[in-house]
């Protein structure tokens, strides 16, 4: 049932870019931490690379496992249609945005977003991309995405908190 490839195919990048949902798996040798993320936040660069964009909020694990060497794993599954899962096996750059990449990145891939919204941008390199076939993943209808996120990043912003909040929390979370 599942295949493996050495690189992102026209046919699944044109899959990834319809979900509405990702999960990013990581870890640098204690916990996997894997999250779920939604907005337009994932971009597909070529075959071998991809671009997450990085809300501020909750925790910072992402960049502390690939700070620590560790890998990322994507995964997208379909809801509705035909089912289908792939996974993205990566190694991860973290793009801060006092890193020279991030202006150019940002704007060409992320335009719409203001720069101050976004902690970070993560560069993936895709190693593999494993397909399945996803018969076991439930139907769920799209309703829209969640608001508090953009919320709370609006509020933070109008108290002047926002950057006060990435700065303190942009350092990758030590292990215990």
């Not at 990085?54 to 599954?77: K, Q, W, Y």
């Not at 895709?126 to 995405?145: H, K, L, M, Q, R």
């Amino acid at each position: 049932m599942g295949k493996q490839y050495k690189t992102i195919s026209a046919k699944i990048a044109e899959f990834i870019t319809a979900q509405k949902m990702l999960f990013l798996a990581s870890c640098c040798g204690k916990e996997v931490n894997i999250s779920p993320k939604g907005y337009d936040c994932f971009r597909v660069l070529d075959e071998s690379t991809a671009l997450y964009m990085d809300h501020p909020g909750s925790g910072n694990r992402l960049a502390r496992d690939i700070s620590g060497g560790g890998e990322v794993t994507v995964m997208f599954c379909s809801f509705e249609g035909a089912p289908k899962i792939i996974r993205l096996f990566c190694d991860g750059d973290l793009v801060e945005k006092s890193d020279p990449r991030f202006d150019g990145l940002k704007q060409e891939h992320f335009e719409q977003v203001p720069a101050e919204n976004i902690r970070r941008l993560v560069w993936l390199n895709v190693y593999a991309v494993e397909d399945s076939c996803g018969f076991g993943v439930p139907y769920f209808s799209y309703t829209g995405e969640r608001g508090e996120l953009r919320d709370w990043i609006d509020k933070a912003k109008a108290g002047g908190k926002l950057e006060e909040y990435i700065s303190t929390h942009s350092e990758p979370v030590k292990l215990r």
